[in-house]
């Protein structure tokens, strides 16, 4: 099992930046892939990136390229997630989550979530 928690959310101005913290608790966080997705009002969640059990391989979406930084700390047992240049289309709950295994970009591919992070970018 792999308990995850999510933080670094708030309210930003467009064009601002906000680092959002993936904690693990549990088993083996270093031999998990991590991903990020989020979902905002009245849409369905959607990837953001992800990032392999050494942070040897990343995957952002292409929407969100040149903006979005995944990186992880497997010392500290925690997945970032860096965002700049926010835009109020960026407004959403933010989702991290785990897998065992390679980087997939499905969420249905992954085990274990956390209860998210609510981002609002203000125009």
């Known amino acids: 099992q792999v308990q995850l928690v999510e933080s670094g959310g708030g309210l930003v101005q467009a064009g601002g930046s906000l680092r959002l913290s993936c904690a693990a608790s549990?088993?083996?966080?270093?031999?998990?892939?991590v991903g990020w997705f989020r979902q905002a009002p009245g849409k369905e969640r959607e990837f953001v990136a992800a990032?392999?059990?050494?942070?040897?391989?990343?995957n952002i979406a292409d929407s969100l390229k040149g903006r979005i930084t995944i990186s992880r700390d497997n010392a500290k047992n925690t997945v970032y997630l860096q965002m700049n240049s926010l835009k109020p289309e960026d407004t959403a709950v933010y989702y991290c989550?785990?897998?065992?295994?390679?980087?997939?970009?499905?969420?249905?591919?992954?085990?274990?979530w956390g209860q998210g992070t609510q981002v609002t970018v203000s125009s």
């Open positions: 989550a785990a897998r065992y295994g390679p980087v997939l970009l499905q969420e249905s591919f992954y085990d274990y």
């Open positions: 990032i392999n059990w050494n942070g040897g391989s990343t």
């Open positions: 549990g088993r083996a966080f270093s031999a998990v892939a």
